[in-house]
């Protein structure tokens, strides 16, 4: 079976972050015909819940997001929508 571009971003958040709930949506169809969407990059919606993120402001929530997947931003990730809650504010 080959890893698709959504399960390796779901396997990378899940290594980083060990996330108590993750929801990770490919809305790249929605954007089909977009500028950025000619690169082969996708647009993708997450929300993560994690520990982590507990007592953090909201940018360094979002960069431990991004880090988790860096190397795959611009090539195969065009866009990525962020949602990142500690447990206390779900």
Known sequence: MT????????????AALAPLELTLE????????????ASGGGHYNVRIVSLQFEGLKLVTRHRLVYDSVHDMMHKEIHALAITALAPSEV
């Open 26 to 37: 490919d809305d790249s169809a929605l954007h089909a015909g977009h500028a950025g969407a």
């Open 3 to 14: 890893d698709t571009r959504i399960d390796r971003m779901r396997s990378r958040f899940q």
